[in-house]
């Protein structure tokens, strides 16, 4: 009888990179996970994930004989079907890097590698907030902004395989902060972690009075707390992400008209402080009213991780 087959799932974000290992039955098994090197260029980056895997399936004593393959996703545009990392804002040192083929010469299993939004849309619609939907779009919220399309039941790509990156379209171009995209205006030059401190000092460098000027440390931590205390550059900073927020998802609506949309990523911590107001902007656009569904994902932090295990099965 054939011994049961695993699969480890890398999701590798800007701040940390999580390694799982999954049983024949989905069960995560084992995790590991360590700091991501921002500064890493295409085969840093790989070395320490080959190491990382071997050190993961030593300690569990498994042999690439009993692996069925490694999933891999990144916050990053990739040509898909190429395995090619074109370019991602998290880890700038890594463009144009055949990432997947490079894995695939050094490690005896298959490499399947997708964007970091989809494996987690991946995820929570076969094990979270999507189980039985036919459609759905998932909204990562956090350091960045991404989405993943699920359309009867398959991810859409597109024609190079980065459909779904929601957080750079545009909504005041050449306007704003700068994102790692190499455009000002984006949705997640607004909207997500990384950048929205940016907004809250240059408001305060202009002379702004707000209790975030002597935060320990001007993060979205601080931004909340200061939010729910009533500052008043604290609250209208979540109401300008909110907005911006709100124009994304209504405009990934109006072209898909896909009518689930499931959010996850660290802001979801914000809650009503920032989803509420976002419902009640979008509704204030939708003039035709029928029934659009958000939930917030079930999956949590592992979302990624069990995303891209799955993504060996498809």
């Known amino acids: 009888m054939e ?42 980056f790989c070395e320490t994930l080959i190491a990382s895997i071997r050190t993961l399936m030593e300690k569990n004593a498994v042999g690439f004989d009993r692996l069925e393959g490694i999933g891999l996703c990144m916050p990053s545009y ?99 902060v700068e994102c790692g995209c190499r455009n000002r205006g984006c949705v997640m030059s607004y909207v997500g972690g990384r950048f929205v401190p940016q907004h809250i000092k240059n408001r305060l460098d202009a002379g702004e009075i707000s209790s975030l000027a002597s935060a320990e440390q001007l993060d979205c931590v601080a931004l909340l707390a200061a939010c729910r205390a009533g500052d008043r550059l604290a609250v209208e900073t979540v109401e300008q992400m909110a907005h911006h927020l709100a124009v994304c998802v209504y405009n990934v609506y109006q072209v898909l008209n896909i009518n689930l949309f499931v959010f996850g990523g660290g802001l979801v911590h914000f809650g009503d402080e920032l989803f509420g107001r976002m419902r009640a902007e979008f509704d204030r656009y939708d003039h035709l009213r029928y029934p659009v569904e958000f939930r917030f994902a079930e999956l949590g932090g592992e979302s990624g991780v069990i995303g891209a295990a799955e993504l060996v099965k498809e």
């Open 3 to 44: 011994r049961s087959k695993y699969t480890i799932g890398i999701d590798a974000g800007g701040t940390k990179v999580a390694y799982g290992l999954f049983d024949a039955d989905g069960k995560m098994i084992d995790r590991a996970q360590h700091p991501t090197d921002a500064s890493a260029d295409g085969p840093g």
């Open 78 to 176: 990739l040509l898909f079907e190429q395995g090619v990392v074109c370019m991602t804002t998290a880890i700038t040192g890594i463009r144009g890097f055949p990432l997947r083929d490079y894995l695939a010469q050094r490690l005896p299993t298959r490499i399947a590698l997708d964007n970091d939004s989809n494996a987690a849309a991946l995820a929570e619609y076969r094990h979270g907030a999507g189980r039985g939907s036919r459609h759905m779009v998932y909204m990562a919220v956090s350091t960045g902004v991404g989405s993943g399309i699920l359309i009867n039941g398959s991810l859409f790509r597109g024609s190079y395989g980065w459909a779904g990156e929601c957080g750079h379209m545009l909504l005041t171009p050449d306007e704003g």
